[in-house]
């Protein structure tokens, strides 16, 4: 059952409802055709092969936050495919043929290397040093297998277009168009929305069950099939296909057409690429020298001191920056109870975690009963943060068993703990900041997955519990759920985070500090949240807590670590006077 | 025997243009992609020097001279509103690689220059006739590797770098003034470029695009070594240029290459931390 109440001042409609400035972008492409001799439009339209693979990049890089150096691989995959398709099929079809290869052999590859590439732990430089590697490589295997690639002179194409160059820029502007908005409607989805989040905080997305390398390995095929159609584009405009459509430097200079002209904008990156390569042609060789100085000029003033690039602030100028995307908050009742079948909600049995020699952990077994709140303390570096993190798989444990509500837990994958309604609150409130706080809690709500329909939609509607709701209005985050997360203050981040948490109605929460940093009065009322959730909703939480008058208020039990050893256990009372406890946390006691 | 020599001159080369990108990697956490541009200065400075002198030698001196002053300017205007953003430095230091090409083009012009080999000829070693000027190299680079190492371990200079490195923050607290170590590393690890490409020039063409196959090669023979070990570094280089070298003489040149890349992005993908990682 659904109460419908409205409880914020929600436009109705979101984002880019009418895309203006990307309707705008295409009229005037399209307006060309009729003002601008021949010779340019087959600039231009060549230009626009480029432009989608500015798009291209910027679909994983401006918002998912990949760094590609090897966008031109694709690219140029497109454009030989096409090529060596129309020269070794001897068929009228080999055009249409060879431009399908085109898209698909670069989604392919862009395939192959996600799965590579995303689902590792590798470091922060690595898909930026795979995709350079790829770069190179792919340059040197078309200069090198000449016989098939025509080496160094690349290939000529031999179908010539049936089409006058008006015909075939319009037709270009359509492929551009289309491809645009293609990009403009996936990115204002829910799955958009979850690529954003990926890009701001990836760990975070993971531990809302979001299986973010299938996420990030799904846009990259996306973004490898786009720059494959610029390749083919331009490939027909020019007639040829060669060693330098493929290559590093175009790569590069993609990411300074994207940087500069702004990430995640698209219009932004297409713009760039189009003006850029506009310049570089009716410039004479002489001053080419110096256009380049300038753009290099202008790459370093962009990251400086305009890291969103040059389009986003034309819109800030004009006031035309895309508003944040809003949407209403419905109030329903909680999924009762959300909790657990098995006895007990979670439980580890001889738990350790060494980093090399060092023991974190040592045999630790613990059990939390339904709708128990048990505090864990300890002096800092005991491993009760540690303990979390094995327990929701942030960290993979060197020993033991962590059972969830019957689950064996046994993988190095959050996501999975996550689904399987075991949440984590972070000691950093770990909150999407350049996200709005509805499309925070809207991601939180999306419990990990994203159905087909949510790739070309967005969801406008986030139903809550009444008990989140409450909990959002006493952060005083209703008001404000358009506002980007970034702006909040550090209790309000708190509470947000929490609010993250608990959408998602998990059986079991993990909670480290949630009150770090907070005011009493605000300590008290998450006190009460607590104690309400576990009373009225039957879920169980463990909290990390430091301030012992606090965990009077709220715990059940109590369990003491230290150097990564249970030391004790039971009620408030028992621990708070045992001798061991209190030689722990003040030294022994004369 | 030419095999192991010519192995172990890959795997210095490797060596010699990576340890400065190192340096500034390991302790600021800076990707510099206008490394192979300083090396490239390094180069042209030694071209001017032999030219103005008439001896090569001086180079060593006033390549990375040249390049540390200019480095001293990037590092002012540039580097230091960048030092918490990794991703961003790249950006901004390729937009600096730009920048610097052109200036050098404007200048010098676009094509291929030569400095002449100040000793050419070559003599017998372990029973092979080898270049006389590779064999310098080689050496050099020996002294330059184990003189860092000797002044990582035994100066003050070196356990403040240490201390940095570990945690740069608890440093701070400890009197260390943080901006000014960063503002030496920065130098330190430019010049060392310049240095690489002073020695360079007499075996390679000099010209304003030579930098980014140096930049690529420096950036992934750094990342396979592991974040701040010399160790790692030279245990790197030394597989990457073995294999590299290897190939190129028993297929071809782009295998040495493609060999090179592949290992460097498997070893990678399945050491993410590279071949030695320092004790968290």
Redesign the interface.
Known sequence: MTTNTALSRAPRLLLSSTPRNELMFIAILVALAMLVNDYYLDLVAGFLGLALLALSLDLIWGYAGI?SFGQATFFGLGGYALGLTEIHWDSSLAPVGGALLGVVAPAAMAFVLGL??FF???????A???T??LS??AE??V??FSGLTGGFNGIILPTALPFSVREYYLLSVAIFGVTLFLCVTLVSSDFGRVLMAIRENEERTRFLGYTSPWMKTLAFVVSGAIAGVGGILYAMQTGLVSPSYIG?TLS?QT??WV?VGGRGTLVGPALGALLTNLFQHILSASLL??W??A??????LV??FA?DGLYALFLGATGRFAPASLGHIRVRHARRPSTTRHGAALETRGVSKW??SYRALSDVSIRLAPAELLCLVGPNGAGKSTLVDVISARTRRTAGEVVLDGWHANTGRPERVARQGVARKFQAAAVFDRLTIFDNLALARGGGRIKFLQLIRRGTTVDLPAHVVALLKLGGLLQQLGEPASELAHGARQVLELGMVLAQEPHTVLLDEPTAGLAEDERRQIGEVLRRLTRDQGTSIVLIEHDIDFVRRVADRIIVLDHGRVVAEGSVEEVTNSELVREIYLGTVV | MIEVLNAGYAALLLLLIAIGLAIIFGLMGVVNLAHGEFLMLGAYGALITTTKLGTFWPSLITGPLLVAAVALVVEFVLMRRLYQRPLETILATWGLAIVIRQVLKAIAGPDFRDVPNPIPGSVAVLGVEYPRYRLAVIALTIAIVVGLYVLQRTSHVGLVARAVIQNPQLAGTLGINIKRVYQATFVLGSALAGLAGALLAPTFNVFPEMGPPFVVNAFLVVLVGGVGSIAGLVSASLLLGIVQSTLSRYETPVAGTVGLLVLAVLTLRFLPHGLIRRAP
Do not use: D
């Open positions: 760094l590579f590439v590792s732990r590798v470091g922060l430089f690595f930026a040093v795979i350079l590697a190179v490589l040197q295997m200069n090198e590093l590069t990411v300074v940087a020298i110096y380049q100085l753009l290099g000029i202008a790459l370093i990251v400086v890291p980093f090399g």
